[in-house]
């Protein structure tokens, strides 16, 4: 039976506190009028803002050392689907879902389709897996996939691109995402430029089977699994891929998966400005991939990549229309919370981006004062947009306080009931 965030659950915690809502919201919208900005204008765009939620995000996702599975974990990707139209009951941002095959094992898409349409969830990016080896799988990915040596193991690999691309149809996705551990762990394993040539020349072949109005992502990695080279190991090898496919193919940024102290924001503008920013895997980190819950130690860094975006938007960039993803592990945390918590972290940053005086600060950089350009970021990102958050949350049917309420709903000890046996969520990266 599918357990959902009772409405009036959501209408009686919200009753109780829309009186200091609406105390902090009249304040803030006092603050912004002295800035000449509408705060019911940055509401409306609150409320439009939308990230994807990733189908193994709902599950302890652990590291390779060790997984700590969580209760009622779930168990299938019905189950993962029931979690996610909890986070999007409750924030009101997620209304989308990214699968990834073969972790998601459906035997029937069209019955799977149906399912999802009965929680009101749409399908986000469809991510494909060639970078483990499954059961029964003919060719190892043991040295990489689609620039593998063997002809055979990328042929395979295309095969599942293939196919994966047959699978968002049915769903109504309407990209596919490629990401691949292919690489070495030695120098001199292996040949730069003829392992990115096989690359290529698979990508091609995956290129030539997208519909019309698809886009292809493909996402860069310097490093993990393999750990000397990757063969897209950053936006320079990433970008050149997209730019040899064509139109159709884009470069997707996961914040994680690059080295530190590297300059992102900057990245994203590049590629806003080739027309070729696919999209985000939104997280945090420290160290590396650690997939750190959104915001938790960057949130300039995360304000300074939307400044990039809300440009774009602003100057109503060409061909700008990226999606939004989070991808993030949970280790210690219900994933359902930290889900949420990050969908708000990320719309966070864009709503004080929002905030940025343009006119101004275009100013300030043509007149090379750096200082009053910073202060003018700065002043956007100290304003807390808490209630513009919450407000847009509310007046969608969503929680002023989504953990609050979604602790007081004991969704997770009633579903814990019904799943017994924690599958977990499918990943393998234990
Ligand atoms: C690789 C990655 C990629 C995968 C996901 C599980 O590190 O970010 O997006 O599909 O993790
Ligand atoms: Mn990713
Ligand atoms: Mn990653």
């Not at 494909?128 to 029964?136: C, H, P």
């Not at 995956?206 to 063969?231: D, N, R």
């Amino acid at each position: 039976m599918t357990q959902r965030i009772d409405k009036a659950l959501i209408a009686e915690q919200n009753d109780k506190l829309m009186p200091a809502l609406l105390e902090d919201y009249d304040a803030l919208a006092r603050k912004l009028a002295r800035q000449d900005i509408d705060i019911e204008r940055i509401t409306k765009q609150a409320e439009l803002f939308q990230i994807a939620i990733p189908s193994w995000g709902t599950g302890t996702g652990g590291t390779r050392f060790a997984r700590f599975p969580g209760e009622g974990e779930p168990r299938n990707i019905f189950e993962k689907l029931e979690d996610s139209a909890v986070i999007n009951d409750l924030s009101q941002a997620t209304e989308r879902v990214s699968p990834h095959f073969p972790w998601d094992k459906v035997d029937d898409f069209k019955e799977l389709k149906q399912y999802s349409d009965s929680l009101n969830l749409k399908w986000d990016s469809i991510n494909s897996n060639t970078f483990q080896d499954q059961q029964d799988q003919q060719h190892s990915y043991k040295y990489g996939s689609l620039s593998n040596t063997s002809e055979a193991a990328r042929e395979q690999a295309i095969e599942h691109n293939v196919e994966c691309i047959k699978w968002g149809k049915i769903l109504g996705s309407k990209t596919l995402t490629v990401w691949v551990g292919d690489g070495s762990n030695h120098p001199g394993q292996q040949h730069f430029q003829h392992a990115f040539e096989r690359y290529l020349n698979s990508m091609k072949k995956i290129y030539a089977e997208l519909p019309a109005g698809w886009e292809l992502h493909i996402e860069h990695k310097m490093f993990e699994p393999a750990f000397y080279s990757t063969v897209i190991q950053d936006w320079g090898s990433n970008i050149l891929a997209a730019m040899e496919l064509g139109p159709q193919a884009k470069s997707l940024v996961d914040l994680g998966h690059h080295a530190p102290n590297v300059n992102i924001e900057m990245i994203v503008s590049r590629l806003i400005q080739f027309k070729k920013l696919g999209g985000f895997h939104f997280n945090d980190s420290k160290y590396g991939d650690d997939d750190l819950d959104s915001g938790s130690l960057h949130p300039y860094q995360q304000f300074l990549i939307f400044n990039e975006l809300v440009d774009a938007q602003y100057r109503k960039q060409e061909g700008f229309n990226p999606n939004y993803m989070l991808d993030q592990s949970h280790n210690v945390t219900d994933p359902i919370e930290s889900l949420i918590n990050s969908a708000a972290s990320v719309q966070r940053s864009y709503v004080a981006a929002l905030l940025v005086n343009r006119p101004a600060l275009t100013d300030y950089q043509l007149n090379n004062d750096a200082l009053m350009a910073s202060n003018t970021l700065k002043e956007a990102f100290h304003t807390d947009v808490t209630p513009i958050l919450a407000m847009a949350r509310a007046r969608k049917g969503g929680a002023i306080d989504p953990i609050r309420t979604y602790r007081q709903s004991a969704y997770r000890a009633t579903v814990a009931k019904q799943r017994p046996n924690s599958g977990g969520n499918g990943s393998g990266i234990v």
